[in-house]
């Protein structure tokens, strides 16, 4: 008999445990297609590093440092590059929602190495991006484009809340990867801002630009596309795609 309760109560331990293994990513988990256009970075073309979170600490062995809008992820095994028309689609496990609760309306986040040019001292001076064109699907068939919005653009990603901006070593107070940068914000309003006035701005958010599906009539996707720019000589490149997480 004792052996037997041990066997019913093991059962339940054993699914919840299954159940836990197939959980949703909030990061994109599939690379669909890749294609490097012209132009694109050399040794940057694995496109599955834009699968997963997005890279707080850059640099090893090489120049170490905490990514910060001033500093942002730039190693081969982080980053892909797209160049001269090339393009990216990745997919989530799951429907990323048009979600009522979502901070500032934004349902979805690009994180590219985009980073602010520094006036001095880590003051924001100007924004260095290059741009990429995001669109949207729920099948991978129909796409729809965020018009005005650029994959490798606003906001430059900020891995710790506790760090400077050229800071060698990592932080103790992880930026949330879930959480967008108020979209409202303005490039003019940043500049001029010190790097813990900026923090402040961004408001526990990890930076990356964001994405209203339901400015964009839809109510859910699973698939994102990223599309280099038909301008030559520039080429963005793209580090995560992250689902974001909806207020309690």
């Not at 949703?24 to 073309?45: H, K, Q, R």
């Not at 965020?146 to 606003?154: I, N, P, R, S, V």
Request: some cysteine; overall charge negative.
């Amino acid at each position: 008999m004792r052996t037997t309760r041990m066997i019913v109560c093991a059962i339940p331990l054993t699914c919840c445990l299954a159940l836990a293994a197939r959980a949703d990513s909030p990061f994109a988990i599939e690379v669909v297609s890749y294609a490097p256009g012209s132009g694109a970075a050399a040794g940057f073309t694995s496109p599955q590093v834009a699968l997963g979170s997005p890279e707080r600490f850059t640099g090893e062995f090489i120049i170490p440092g905490a990514v910060t809008p001033f500093q942002p992820a730039f190693r081969p095994n982080e980053i892909v590059s797209f160049g001269t028309g090339g393009s990216l689609v990745v997919r989530f496990d799951h429907d990323v929602l048009d979600h009522p609760r979502n901070p500032h309306g934004v349902d979805l986040i690009v994180f590219g190495n985009a980073f602010f040019s520094d006036a001095g001292g880590g003051v924001v001076a100007g924004l260095a991006s290059e741009g990429g064109t995001i669109s949207v699907s729920a099948d991978g068939v129909q796409w729809v484009r965020a018009a005005g919005l650029e994959a490798d653009g606003l906001f430059p990603t900020l891995g710790y809340l506790d760090v400077g901006p050229y800071a060698t070593a990592p932080g103790s107070v992880e930026s949330n990867f879930l959480r967008p940068v108020d979209p409202s914000l303005t490039m003019s309003e940043l500049v001029g801002l010190d790097h813990a006035a900026l923090v402040k701005r961004y408001d526990g958010s990890g930076g990356g630009t964001g994405i209203d599906l339901g400015a964009l009539g839809l109510s859910f996707v699973r698939f994102v596309k990223i599309d280099g720019p038909s301008l030559a000589g520039v080429s963005p490149e793209i580090d995560a795609f992250a689902d974001v997480d909806p207020l309690p």
